[in-house]
């Protein structure tokens, strides 16, 4: 409860800040006389919750997000664990891939339009490139990073290359795979809020743009606190699955004293247990004996 008390009051920190600034229209080097009150803001924002374009945008834009985003996660890891365990994937797709992956996605909207016969699939087809990369690379990275005798262990008592894929390779990336996936939802509200604004015909970048041609700068704030707050519901989401579906990783401890491992079903800490070693002369034990081993449950 502390913590989410610290949080609720930074939030309210920055919006009584933002208030203050604004309401004094001070203009010391930033101008925030320019910049409409939190309370204008929150008037629009009721405003636009009460007509049915707020929502159609926000349907729009989530429509386009999670079709794209889909899309991104399932060739993403396939691809990057591809690349990974084949040298000829590596050899056939990688130069074409490292090619591409240094531009923008954003850069890639006039391409979109010429190839797609509608806007809405170039934005889909955007979104999903935003988030490509970020999941491809930390897939690639995370399948090279696993320990060797897993597989070798597995190839010994008789698993083939489809059961090595399912018992070792895709839960031991799953954290890697996570990462990425993080990074991929918040590129992608990137890449889907510019596109709406440059080809968009509804969504929630193109209503904060369509705001800021009218010189509503309030609108504006709307959309930008609409895009900052889906953003964090999608990333958070995608966080907790990540924990869901890793529970059996160990989980920092942010309380003091020593560390505690966190037991993931009953969500308590189990405790750490040393191990009694057997007392030998000093100097002469081995290098083996000194070390502690810890047990948990």
């Known amino acids: 409860m502390t913590r989410y008390a610290l949080r609720v009051a930074s939030l309210a920190a920055a919006l009584g800040l933002w208030q203050l600034l604004t309401s004094r229209d001070v203009d010391l ?54 690349v990974a365990r084949s040298r000829l994937a590596e050899d056939l797709l990688g130069p074409v891939l490292e090619v591409i992956r240094p531009i923008p996605a954003i850069a890639l909207v006039p391409v979109a339009i010429l190839l797609f016969p509608s806007n809405e699939q170039g934005i889909v087809f955007i979104t999903c490139t935003a988030a490509f990369f970020p999941v491809l690379v930390s897939t690639r990275h995370a399948v090279r990073a696993l320990t060797p005798v897993w597989e070798e262990a597995v190839r010994t008592m008789g698993g083939g290359r489809w059961r090595v894929l399912g018992s070792v390779v895709l839960p031991g990336a799953l954290p890697g795979v996570f990462g990425g996936l993080s990074v991929g939802i ?63 990783l160990p989980r920092a401890s942010y309380g003091p004293g020593p560390a505690r491992a966190t037991s993931a079903r009953a969500g308590t800490a189990a405790p750490v247990v040393r191990t009694a070693l057997p007392a030998v002369r000093k100097g002469t034990e081995p290098e083996e004996a000194r070390d502690d081993y810890l047990v948990r449950d």
Not at 54 to 72: K, M, N
Not at 211 to 219: K, L, S
């Open 29 to 82: 080097w930033l101008r925030f006389s320019q910049f409409p009150t939190t309370t204008d803001v929150a008037r629009t924002f009721a405003d636009r919750l009460a007509g049915p374009d707020y929502w159609t945008d926000l349907t729009d834009s989530l429509t386009r997000i999670l079709t794209g985003f889909l899309l991104a996660a399932v060739l993403g890891v396939a691809t990057g664990v591809l």
């Open 186 to 248: 918040g590129v992608s509200w990137i890449c889907v809020i510019s596109a709406e604004m440059i080809s968009g015909q509804y969504g929630v970048g193109y209503r904060t743009w369509q705001d800021y041609t009218v010189v509503d700068y309030p609108g504006v704030f709307v959309g930008m606190v609409t895009i900052g707050v889906l953003g964090w519901l999608t990333s958070t989401a995608v966080e907790l699955l990540g924990r869901r579906l890793t529970h059996w």
